[in-house]
């Protein structure tokens, strides 16, 4: 006879995400499985803090148990997660919106401060953009999500959504071209 470990890997998604919706723990169990490393990394990308990432992601995967009975196509769990996903990180910032900017860092700032030679990480950048810029970078470019899908799981309007991108991306490009030019000065 097959064991639930056995059986649950081999089933496709929508399958997994029917049985879950009917209280089956172990069929949630395997959709945690699947989908935790993408919800901690998103969730990682939004904050850049491991430690609070994988706790925003428990209250991700929470929220979906309490709340997947509601889901109305099994195919549709994906998106839905992202959603979830946004909503939880969204709520966190609500939270704590006094200690937002606090520690904040311009580029240029962060640039004066690190030793000549040091290589920027991507993330380290994303950090240092606002919240929503963040935000919305994260799930286009990221996640693959379009603008309106953004507006859509963010409740941003779909204008502001593009503006995000774009001023975020623009952030982005000027920090790490400073980078590029540095290693071409490096190596002529």
Same mark, same amino acid.
């Given at each position: ?42 969730? %990682? %990308? ?47 910032? %609500? ?5 937002r900017g606090a520690v904040k860092m311009s580029g240029h700032e962060r640039s004066r401060s690190e030793p000549a030679g040091m ?70």
């Amino acid at each position: 006879m097959l064991k639930a470990q056995d059986f649950y890997p081999q089933c496709p998604e929508a399958y997994v995400v029917s049985l879950a919706r009917t209280g089956d723990r172990k069929a949630f169990e395997e959709l945690v499985r699947r989908r935790q490393s993408s919800v901690r990394n998103l969730m %990682r %990308r939004f904050c850049g803090d491991y430690t609070l990432a994988d706790d925003l992601a428990q209250q991700v995967f929470l929220k979906v148990w309490l709340n997947i009975r509601k889901l109305k196509k099994a195919g549709a769990f994906s998106a839905w997660l992202r959603r979830v996903a946004v909503s939880v990180w969204l709520l966190h910032l %609500r939270k704590h919106d006094a200690l937002r900017g606090a520690v904040k860092m311009s580029g240029h700032e962060r640039s004066r401060s690190e030793p000549a030679g040091m290589v920027l990480d991507l993330d380290r950048t994303l950090a240092q953009l606002d919240e929503p810029d963040r935000m919305c970078l994260v799930l286009n470019y990221h996640e693959g999500m379009s603008h309106r899908e953004i507006a859509a799981a963010t409740g941003l309007p779909l204008g502001t959504v593009k503006s995000n991108i774009r001023r975020g991306a623009g952030q982005l490009q000027q920090a790490l071209s400073a980078y590029g030019e540095s290693s071409e000065v490096d190596a002529s």
